[in-house]
């Protein structure tokens, strides 16, 4: 195992930004760090794996308050997961919701493109119902 190292390697290591960690620090994500007598900030082992775990927390989507409260949790390992499971969850359900809105904007946008796929800018479609919403639910629920 290595020994400490530096802001700039820990970021090489953990795929974070030097702006992103102090940020981290700052908001105490992460716990107050080890300095050299220069003042430099030096990045433990665990604190390495504690970025880790908030990169790929981040990249599943998961806010800051829910990172603090899984941190929280994985510091005191002998608590229930029904915590964490609720945290997953709710992540999980916005994530369906996304979907939904994302599908529903696929339907809405291929309307607008097959309406808009030939003729000039006075005809077209995406033009149209960008201007008028309703345009696109009404010919949609029609089957236009």
Do not use: W
Request: glycine fraction near 6%; proline fraction near 3%; charged fraction near 30%.
């Amino acid at each position: 195992m290595s020994g400490p190292v530096a802001i700039g390697q820990a970021a090489k290591e953990t795929g974070i930004k030097v702006p992103t960690i102090r940020f981290y620090e700052e908001i105490k994500l992460i716990q107050p760090l080890v300095r050299t007598d220069g003042n430099r900030r030096q990045y433990e082992q665990a604190d390495l794996r504690r970025l880790s775990f908030i990169r790929h927390a981040r990249e599943l989507g998961f806010d800051l308050d829910a990172i603090r409260n899984l941190l929280t949790l994985q510091d005191d390992p002998n608590q229930p997961c029904t915590v964490a499971d609720g945290i997953a969850k709710a992540r999980l359900a916005d994530i369906e919701r996304r979907i939904h809105s994302l599908t529903a904007l696929k339907k809405e946008l291929k309307v607008m493109i097959e309406g808009c796929s030939r003729g000039s800018v006075s005809d077209c479609r995406v033009i149209e119902t960008l201007a008028d919403h309703s345009l696109c639910v009404d010919d949609h629920n029609h089957g236009s």
